[in-house]
C-alpha cells in the first residue's frame, strides 16, 4: 500500500511542478531538440558559409543539433518572413542579413522585421570590394567612372538580389560618381560571383570574404573595398573613401527569433553565438576572411539593427529607389 501524501508534501509538489512548468516556458531547458536555423540564401554566399561555420562549431561544443535550412528568394525576405511565422520556442532561428534593415524596399511582404523578429547576436559585418572581370581595362577607380561618364548605362553592375547591400552600395556609388551603369540582379552573391567569372557582366561589389580567393587567384581584379581601414588579406587594396570621402558600407548578418521567444531563450542562444565566437578555429577562420566580428548582447544587436535600418531607409526615400 502506498504512503498518505500530507498536505505539506502535496504543497511542495504542487509548487516544485509550477516551478519545473516555468522553467520550461521560460527556456531555460533549451534545446532539448535540433534547432532549424533558416538561412534566406542560396549556398555559396556569405551568409550561407559563415552560418556553416558558426553552427557547426556550436553543434559540436553543445552536443545538440543546429541545422541549416537554406530558403531563398526575394532578397532574404521569403525566408526571413517564414521564421516571423514560425512558433517563439527557439527551436527555428534566422540567420538574417542587410535587407532586413531595407524593408521599406518590400512593400509587398506581409511581416515587419522591427516588429516581428527579436535581434539576439550579430554575427559578423564585411565591407564589399568592386570586382572585375579581367577583361575589364580599368586599373583604378576613376578609369571606371570616366567609362561611365563616356558611355552612360553601359557597363553592366551584378548585385546578390534587388534591395540587398551590393545593390546599395551600387546606387550609393552611381549618385556619389554622377553615372548610371546597369544594375543586374542576381538571387545571391554565389550565383553573381559566378556570371562575373564567366564574364557575363563586367563589375560587381562582392563581399570580402567570397571574393578574396577568386582576386588573389587571378580569376578577378579588385580596384577598392568599402571598408574604413585596409583589409588584412589585401592590405595593398585602397579603400574607397580615398577617391568618395565618406563611403562606407558593409554587408552584416545577425541572427534573429520570432517575437515572443523567451528572454532565457534569447541570452541562452547569445550566450552560446559567443562562446563559439571566441573559439579560436572559428576566430582565425573569421580573421582570415576579413569578417569584423566581436561579442555582443542582444541589446546591442538591437541598436546595431535600428541604426542600419534608419540609414538605409533614409537613403532609399532620398533616392527615390524603388524595386522593378
Known amino acids: 500500500m502506498n504512503a498518505p501524501i500530507s498536505r505539506r508534501s502535496a504543497a511542495a509538489a504542487g509548487l516544485a511542478l509550477v516551478s519545473a512548468t516555468s522553467a520550461r516556458a521560460q527556456g531555460t531547458d533549451w534545446p532539448s531538440r535540433p534547432v532549424r536555423v533558416i538561412v534566406p540564401w542560396p549556398p555559396g554566399g556569405t551568409a550561407d558559409s559563415v552560418a556553416r561555420v558558426l553552427f557547426a562549431e556550436t553543434s559540436q561544443r553543445t552536443r545538440q543539433q543546429f541545422v541549416v535550412d537554406n530558403r531563398t528568394g526575394a532578397t532574404g525576405m521569403i525566408g526571413s518572413g517564414y521564421v516571423a511565422t514560425q512558433p517563439a520556442d527557439g527551436y527555428t532561428v534566422l540567420y538574417g542579413t542587410t535587407p532586413l534593415s531595407t524593408a521599406v524596399l518590400f512593400p509587398q511582404i506581409t511581416f515587419d522585421p522591427a516588429r516581428d523578429l527579436v535581434p539576439v547576436f550579430q554575427a559578423i559585418t564585411v565591407p564589399q570590394l568592386l570586382l572585375m572581370h579581367p577583361s575589364v581595362p580599368a586599373a583604378s577607380v576613376a578609369d571606371v567612372i570616366a567609362d ?51 564574364g557575363q557582366v563586367q563589375y560587381y561589389w562582392g563581399n570580402a570574404d567570397t571574393a578574396i580567393s577568386f582576386v588573389k587567384e587571378g580569376r578577378l581584379k579588385a580596384l577598392c573595398h568599402t571598408g574604413a581601414t585596409r583589409l588584412a588579406s589585401l592590405p595593398h587594396l585602397p579603400p574607397l573613401s580615398d577617391t568618395l570621402p565618406g563611403f562606407e558600407t558593409y554587408e552584416w548578418n545577425g541572427l534573429f527569433v520570432p517575437a515572443g521567444t523567451p528572454p532565457a531563450i534569447v541570452a541562452r542562444l547569445n550566450a552560446m553565438m559567443n562562446e563559439t565566437l571566441a573559439t579560436p578555429a572559428v576566430a ?41
Open 284 to 324: 582565425e577562420r573569421l580573421r582570415g576572411l576579413d569578417l569584423q566580428s566581436r561579442a555582443n548582447t542582444p541589446e546591442q544587436f538591437a541598436d546595431f539593427f535600428r541604426g542600419q535600418s534608419s540609414r538605409w531607409n533614409s537613403f532609399i526615400q532620398e533616392a527615390g529607389i524603388r524595386l522593378e
Open 148 to 198: 561611365a561618364k563616356a558611355r552612360p548605362g553601359a557597363q553592366n553592375w551584378a548585385s546578390a538580389g534587388s534591395g540587398g547591400v551590393q545593390h546599395l552600395a551600387l546606387e550609393l556609388f552611381s549618385r556619389r560618381a554622377g553615372i548610371q551603369v546597369n544594375h543586374i540582379p542576381y538571387r545571391g552573391g554565389g550565383p553573381a560571383t559566378n556570371d562575373l567569372l564567366a
